[in-house]
């Protein structure tokens, strides 16, 4: 089992429209959670990061997190066409390595 | 903006070559890692360090070594690189503590084993 599943997409909405992005972990005790976007040919970079069950909001980005369910998600509300990327999930250990999903390709249609 | 940089950003080599790939980052991190990505997978932990004198392997690591002589400095060698060594490879920085966890990029250095 990988310690982080995502769905790899890919995933196209509209323009305007809510893009939901999902992982799950299979570490129970892991403490710390990111989302990273990699755009083609680039390095990763950090979007979010959520410690605490419940949802966390910054601008159009919220993540959520639910322990119980050891799921994480990402909601992308009105995007654009500069979203579509790849969107990395990454979860920090018990152990206090990182571990990394495939990521979910996002394409936003104009 | 990150100041983490790794040296060189692409390089094409023959089979049994020696090769380092060169990190660096002045943050002051404690923390150091390299990753390899090969297109839509994730990436494999390749090695990672703690600090100076600390290095520890990771899933990959089976085919090359790393040092940490100096905290902003943490290299990558290759002993006989061959054409599966072929990928993108990825250094990252952080710093330690336990709910700080944001991991910084290098813009990665494309190697080509032909």
């Known amino acids: 089992q990988k310690e982080v599943e995502q769905n790899s997409g890919p995933l196209s909405v509209p323009e305007g429209a809510i893009a939901s992005l999902n992982c799950t972990y299979s570490?129970?005790?892991?403490?710390?959670f990111f989302w990273y976007r990699q755009y083609s040919g680039k390095s990763p970079e950090l979007i979010m990061f959520?410690?605490?069950?419940g949802d966390k909001e910054d601008g159009r980005f919220t993540a959520q997190l639910n322990k119980a369910s050891q799921y994480v998600s990402l909601l992308i509300r009105d995007s654009q066409p500069s979203d579509s990327a790849t969107y990395l999930c990454?979860?920090?250990?018990?152990?206090?390595?990182?571990?990394f999903g495939t990521g979910t390709s996002l394409t936003v249609i104009p | 903006e990150a100041d983490i940089y790794q040296t060189p950003r692409y390089l094409v080599i023959g089979t049994g070559k020696k090769i380092t790939l060169e990190c660096s980052q002045t943050?002051?991190?404690?923390?150091m890692y390299w990753y390899q990505q090969d297109p839509g997978m994730e990436l494999h932990l390749i090695h990672y360090?703690?600090?100076?004198?600390?290095?520890e392997k990771g899933d990959l690591s089976s085919e090359s070594t790393v040092s940490r002589i100096r905290t902003e400095h943490f290299p990558l060698t290759l002993e006989s690189a061959r054409p599966s060594h072929t990928s993108q490879y990825l250094c990252?920085?952080?710093?330690?503590?336990?709910?700080?966890?944001?991991?910084?990029f290098g813009e990665g250095s494309r190697l080509t084993v032909l």
């Open positions: 990252a920085s952080g710093l330690a503590g336990l709910n700080t966890g944001e991991l910084f």
């Open positions: 570490d129970r005790g892991s403490q710390s």
């Open positions: 959520i410690y605490s069950n």
């Open positions: 990454a979860v920090k250990s018990t152990g206090n390595q990182f571990y």
């Open positions: 943050m002051g991190h404690d923390k």
């Open positions: 360090s703690y600090g100076v004198n600390s290095t």
